[in-house]
């Protein structure tokens, strides 16, 4: 399987901009979509295909790849923000779906 | 506008089979691909399998010998069965819709599987 890698956990302090990042072999090829976890809900896709946003989703969202790493960044965080961030990416050679592990946004 | 339910029983048993459905309202499921998806207590998410075009299916390798999914047109339903089950099946299961390049679009609103005796 494809191998997505996020940091554990990422802080950033109220109205400031937090990056997520999401590293993969040759992620460049790949379509990376992004979803939101609030603890006890399903989660919530926040981007798709690298930097486009599902309607509903505030323009602080935006997505971005360069090289072997793709970023979701948060401008002006909110407390509101703080959850769990997967990232995810269709593997076109194996034709199956894969997430990172998850990223902890904690707002200080 | 596109929901989606998963139903099922919360308990199972250790080496029984456990089986949901996911009930689709505002579309149908022979469009686009249907996934599965589980998440074990305080742990990421584990793609388990999806169909596509109302049965042609495909499975999360490491579980592929115990899992399958299978589509019903005429409830617009489809279902997870998965084998032999142990204690590390016991998960929150989801399912979605997935467009694929657009992602995982709509989820259910997940149900939680014990496995426990």
């Known amino acids: 399987s494809y191998v997505l890698t996020q940091p554990p956990s990422v802080s950033v302090a109220p109205g400031k901009t937090a990056r997520i990042t999401c590293g993969g072999n040759n992620i460049g090829s790949k379509g990376v979509h992004w979803y939101q976890q609030k603890p006890g809900q399903a989660p919530l896709l926040v981007m798709y295909y690298d930097s486009d946003r599902p309607s509903g989703i505030p323009e602080r969202f935006s997505g971005s790849k360069s090289g072997n790493t793709a970023t979701l960044s948060i401008s002006w965080v909110e407390a509101g923000d703080e959850a769990e961030y997967y990232c995810q990416v269709f593997d076109d050679s194996s034709d199956l779906p894969d997430f990172g592990g998850g990223t902890k946004l904690t707002v200080l | 506008q596109v929901q989606l339910q998963e139903s099922g029983p919360g308990l199972v048993k250790p080496s029984e089979t456990l089986s949901l459905t996911c009930t689709v309202s505002g579309d149908s499921v022979s469009s686009y691909y249907w996934s599965w998806i589980r998440q074990p207590p305080g742990k990421g998410l584990e793609w388990i399998g999806y169909?596509?075009?109302?049965?042609?299916?495909k499975y999360n390798p490491s579980l592929k010998s115990r899992v399958t999914i299978s589509g019903d047109t005429s409830k617009n339903q489809f279902s997870l069965k998965v084998s032999s089950v142990t204690a590390a099946d016991t998960a929150v299961y989801y399912c979605?819709?997935?467009?694929?390049?657009?992602?995982?679009?709509?989820w259910g609103q997940g149900t939680t599987v014990t496995v426990s005796s």
């Open positions: 979605a819709r997935d467009l694929i390049s657009g992602g995982l679009d709509v």
């Open positions: 169909i596509y075009n109302s049965g042609f299916t």
